[in-house]
């Protein structure tokens, strides 16, 4: 598909969602990554989707593997992972994201850093990357996303003021029109959770 060229709206869109996490994965406790990713989803969209889900250790060859899996067997256009991080030894969704995408996307987690600063200073500890993972057959965004619900939602959505104006762009405004150009279908969201931006030659009439 030539850039800037709308994308695929007969086609449905198929969402990865992956929580990386020892305890939850050992049902130590509930996991709420998952959860949350779904429930904002349901608000943030207007175009028609279905997940695939996996809730998996803090293992980088699972999650290297998870990701393939998702993209080149599954189908996914989009893949979110929730957690690993962090600084600590056990965190290394970052390395196993790296591992698997043919194209970084740095912006993306320049962007979560800067939201997230305005609420903790230990924003600047986290690592999240986004990849694009090309293959023969298709091509999909990889994100990884903090691991509390809270930052997850803000990070997505952006920030708001006292009078629901929003005040700092989250990252899902830029996924629509990457998934456009790396050949994915045509994403419509809900302009009052997340507003797409698209330039005028990417959007379709109406």
Not at 179 to 196: C, H, K
Request: proline letters at 8%.
């Amino acid at each position: 598909m030539a850039p800037d060229s709308p994308g695929d709206s007969r086609r449905e869109l198929v969402i990865g969602l992956v929580s990386i996490s020892d305890r939850a994965s050992e049902g130590v406790y509930q996991d709420q990554g998952i959860p949350e990713l779904q429930r904002w989803l349901a608000r943030a969209l207007s175009s028609p989707f279905r997940v695939e889900t996996r809730l998996i250790p803090d293992e980088q060859a699972q999650i290297s593997a998870a990701l393939i899996d998702l993209v080149d067997h599954a189908a996914c256009d989009l893949v979110l992972t929730t957690g690993g991080t962090g600084p600590s030894r056990r965190d290394v969704t970052p390395e196993a994201t790296l591992a698997v995408g043919t194209k970084v996307m740095p912006g993306f987690g320049e962007q979560m850093r800067q939201i997230s600063l305005y609420f903790v200073p230990t924003a600047i500890l986290s690592r999240q990357v986004a990849v694009v993972r090309e293959t023969a057959a298709r091509a999909a965004l990889i994100i990884n996303l903090p691991g509390q619900p809270k930052a997850i939602k803000e990070t997505l959505e952006g920030l708001r003021g006292p009078d629901g104006a929003l005040l700092v762009k989250g990252i899902f405004a830029a996924v629509p029109y990457c998934i456009d150009l790396i050949g994915g279908p045509y994403i419509e969201t809900d302009p009052s959770v997340v507003n797409a931006f698209r330039p005028k030659s990417a959007r379709k009439p109406g």
